[in-house]
């Protein structure tokens, strides 16, 4: 199974969204690089809108991702409730 | 009553796929001319989907986000004096590298995407590219802007646009967007927006960018992430536009195979100089151009190919020849531009002890086998006051217009030279790879602008090479180029530091 990735930058907002992939993705495996953050897993990783708002304590949009994102990898569905990535194999 | 809120779907096929007419009273096919030149057929453009489902407003409203964010770190860098809290003053020839060969492929982007969007005939995809040219515009300004701080402390920014046209090393970057761009639109889309945009810009501005902030330059990591995070849409419209190409005809696959397997080839080529900005020219090292290589290719590209596996592609010809590069690659690069470091815009060196030590330890099979006897040898001579640089030009290759720097990957002492000969000329290619593509297409590279051919035929200024680096390429001779030691950029950074 391949992974997909996501990258992001570090900074305070990722840091909310990242505990909440971890959450939702109990496998997930965090890295810390210099400014920046990547989250990668086997297969499907999905960001969920109602648990980064959580961490948050605000109405979060799923399209703010783009402000805070680096580079992901894996093929992207995304609507008002969540972004995912998966490969098909 | 407030209006209902629309939810993302509907808002993206408002704002979209409504902007779309009927040809009532002109031929559709004279509208989009260039559509059916390379052979794909498309059957059905509403079949084509952007899953970001970004529309103008929502792309107005984040961009305008990010770049109050990215413009508040420009000032701050430059209010805080950025340029002294950098590592080491070596690192900023990493940038001069970047500006002169990495900025101006972000304006042919913005060029070619602009062009390239006009000519589907599905408005999705037109206005994903439409969004990715202004993208690119966007990259070009903030990279030239973040930079400009530089370009009042270092020698080496006052002329990259001017010298991007024109000097040797930089005829690599070029001839591969120009070749692109002479493409017709599908070939362009699978040429950066897939192979370059999904595979390789991950390698220049993920890791690096990532030692960029290792090194103390904010301005730097903060436009490189800024752009990359516009790359991951830009890397899902590369991935949409192939499995799109791959799903309307059966008859499409072959061709895409081809380009694919043109154009990462192509790419890894080009790449070779990010391999030593990596592994060389970053004094604090995030990690070795072999292990980016081994995520953002082999791991993240392998994953890729097994998706696209069901359409019947296959990873590209020579990925095998490509997987034996990573161990050398940085290093024959690396040594290629100090061996001609008085004809460069940059400051070369011999890495520090600690530094060989590093690439031993990150390259056990190779670095001392191959490549650390030539350092020992050219710090001996260095030493002794005499300092190599090569009285030679090389030979380039017509398709990558690398010089013939590789070796054959299973016997790194043998440099690989190939030919072919097209219509009584012979021309030459440093790889398997670059003479399949000039033999598929010969007529288009015997058109190739080869910097060093045109200096022996006198179009570059002259008779001698001061003519050439000073008057046609503009550099500041003993200022721009030579050893970092004994520099004008080094003698500088001491006073700053107070150790003059």
């Known amino acids: 199974m391949s992974k997909v990735y996501i990258a992001l930058q570090d900074n305070d907002e990722s840091r909310y969204i990242v505990e909440a992939i971890e959450e939702d993705n109990p496998d997930v495996t965090v890295i810390h690089m210099p400014a920046m953050i990547r989250v990668e897993n086997n297969g499907r990783l999905v960001v969920r809108r109602e648990s980064v708002e959580e961490k948050m304590g605000r109405a979060w949009d799923v399209q703010e991702l783009h402000l805070n994102l680096i580079t992901l990898g894996g093929n992207v569905e995304e609507d008002d409730d969540e972004l995912s990535l998966h490969w098909n194999e | ?500």
Request: hydrophobic content about 40%; proline content about 4%.
């Open chain 2, 1 to 500: 009553m407030a209006a209902k809120k629309l939810n993302i779907k509907d808002k993206y096929r408002l704002l979209t796929r409504d902007l779309d007419w009927e040809y009532s009273y002109q031929d559709r096919q004279a509208a989009f001319p260039y559509e059916e030149f390379e052979g794909i057929k498309i059957t059905d453009w509403s079949k084509w989907e952007d899953p970001f489902r970004l529309t103008m407003d929502a792309y107005w409203k984040y961009q305008a986000e990010k770049e109050k964010k990215l413009y508040a770190i420009f000032d701050a860098f430059a209010q805080n004096n950025g340029h002294l809290n950098v590592s080491d003053p070596r690192y900023v020839n990493a940038i001069k590298l970047f500006l002169s060969a990495v900025t101006p492929l972000e304006y042919q982007a913005y060029q070619g995407f602009a062009h390239t969007g006009r000519q589907f005939g599905g408005v999705g995809a037109r206005i994903a590219c439409q969004m990715q040219s202004i993208d690119e515009l966007r990259h070009v300004q903030t990279q030239i802007h973040a930079m400009s701080h530089f370009n009042k402390f270092f020698d080496g920014f006052q002329d990259f646009s001017h010298m991007h046209d024109r000097v040797w090393y930089l005829s690599v970057p070029k001839s591969f967007f120009n070749d692109a761009r002479a493409a017709g639109p599908f070939e362009f889309m699978i040429a950066i927006g897939f192979s370059f945009e999904y595979v390789l810009t991950n390698l220049l501005f993920v890791p690096f960018m990532s030692g960029a902030a290792h090194n103390g330059d904010m301005a730097t990591v903060t436009f490189g992430f800024s752009a990359q995070s516009d790359e991951a849409r830009h890397m899902t419209l590369g991935l949409e536009i192939i499995k799109f190409l791959l799903e309307q005809h059966e008859d499409n696959v072959p061709i895409v195979q081809k380009w694919i397997d043109k154009w990462f080839w192509r790419g890894a080529r080009l790449l070779s100089v990010v391999s030593m900005m990596m592994d060389y020219m970053l004094p604090n090292k995030v990690m070795s151009w072999k292990e980016a290589w081994e995520v953002y290719f082999e791991e993240a590209g392998g994953a890729l190919f097994k998706d696209l596996a069901r359409y019947g592609i296959r990873m590209p010809k020579y990925a095998d020849v490509i997987e034996k590069e990573k161990e050398h690659l940085s290093h024959q690069t690396w040594w290629t531009f100090y061996t001609h470091g008085q004809a460069t815009g940059f400051h070369t060196w011999i890495p520090s002890d600690e530094e060989l030590d590093w690439l031993s330890e990150k390259y056990p099979e190779t670095f001392d086998k191959y490549y650390r006897p030539r350092w020992e040898l050219a710090k001996e001579m260095e030493a002794k006051g005499e300092r190599f640089y090569t009285k030679a030009l090389p030979q380039l290759c017509t398709i990558c217009q690398v010089p013939m720097l590789f070796t054959d990957m299973d016997n790194p002492t043998q440099t690989v030279y190939r030919s072919s000969q097209y219509e009584g000329e012979r021309y030459h290619f440093c790889s398997d790879g670059c003479k399949d593509i000039f033999d598929d297409e010969p007529e288009k590279y015997v058109q190739s602008w080869l910097p060093v051919h045109q200096i022996f035929q006198g179009n570059c200024g002259g008779p001698d090479l001061t003519g050439v680096l000073g008057e046609f390429y503009k550099m500041n001779l003993g200022a721009d180029n030579l050893d970092m030691k004994g520099s004008p950029d080094e003698q500088r950074w001491n006073q700053w530091k107070g150790k003059a």
